[in-house]
């Protein structure tokens, strides 16, 4: 996979450059895949509409390494956080459309391009702007209206759609993969992370990537054994450990110092707010 220059007659001059891969969806299973498709190098793109079912979680359990528990919302915000500093793009707006394009997809996205997470788009943001990908990742719920020109497999299961994937990940057409609930995994946060995560695995091994592995090791783990530093890892010395260390305790320190300042979700049925949010 490569980078691509947006053909500025295809598309807004405000729309996003190509992407190696687009990911549909910022909730745990796309920012997941997309925090392992960035660190891996391939330039990544999340697209995502303003609201997330996570949201709607008045506490988020049965999550690994937070035994009490966790606000839904602080962990999206972390989510969106390591994806952001992992090297991913994040823009807001819902994905209309993909469109097979030589050895790529056509991207079609509606409605405003504020960044993902902020909210309601920007009401000056243009009404579509379009893009393109070598690979694509849905990992959004529940529409995946479209993938149907794609000729992806999928299967209707009343009002909620679900698209077959093999074991890694993979649909029917080469360079499209789904992560997540679409896929029918158990609809827990930690299902979707593991799952986003291993999908994009998937789309880093099956990219030109000389990458396998993500692993920060102490300093000498390979290299003192006579080895090379097998792609995807990093051997770090006592001082950057230290750094990494500080910087982690301070980050978490600050993320849950307060409480979080968005107020608490519902269905969107219940209120007289089209995020569902409640007069807290």
């Known amino acids: 996979m490569s980078s691509h220059d947006t053909d500025s007659d295809a598309a807004p001059t405000d729309a996003p450059d190509a992407a190696d891969v687009l990911v549909v969806g910022g909730g745990v299973a796309g920012l997941t895949a997309a925090t392992f498709t960035a660190r891996a190098g391939l330039d990544t793109l999340v697209v995502d509409a303003p609201e997330s079912i996570l949201a709607r979680n008045a506490h988020l359990e049965n999550v690994p390494g937070f035994p009490g528990g966790v606000d839904p919302r602080r962990f999206l915000d972390l989510l969106r956080e390591q994806a952001d500093e992992s090297g991913a793009r994040r823009r807001s707006g819902r994905v209309a459309d993909v469109v097979a394009s030589g050895d790529g997809f056509e991207v079609r996205v509606e409605a405003g391009d504020a960044p993902a997470g902020d909210g309601d788009a920007d009401a000056d943001a243009p009404a579509e702007w379009s893009t393109r990908a070598d690979a694509v990742i849905a990992a ?74 993500d692993w920060v090791t102490p300093e000498g783990y390979f290299t003192d054994r006579g080895r090379e530093v097998p792609p995807g890892c990093e051997e770090i010395d006592a001082d ?23 107020p608490q979700r519902t269905h969107p049925s219940l209120v007289e707010d089209d995020l569902g949010r409640l007069d807290e």
């Not at 299961?157 to 993979?170: E, H, M, P, Q």
């Not at 789904?178 to 992370?193: F, L």
């Not at 750094?243 to 300042?261: N, Q, W």
């Open 140 to 213: 959004s719920w529940s529409d995946v209206s479209y993938l149907d020109g794609l000729g992806v497999e999928i299967r209707d299961a009343g009002s909620k759609r679900y698209v077959d994937v093999d074991d890694l990940g993979r649909t029917a057409v080469e360079g499209v993969y789904a992560a997540g609930r679409i896929t029918e995994k158990y609809h827990q946060a930690v299902v979707a992370a593991g799952h986003g995560a291993e999908v994009g695995l998937t789309v880093v091994h099956d990219s030109e990537t000389p990458y396998y592995n």
């Open 240 to 262: 950057e450990r230290e750094r990494r260390r500080a910087a982690a305790r301070d980050g978490m320190r600050r993320a849950f110092e307060d409480p979080h300042p968005e």
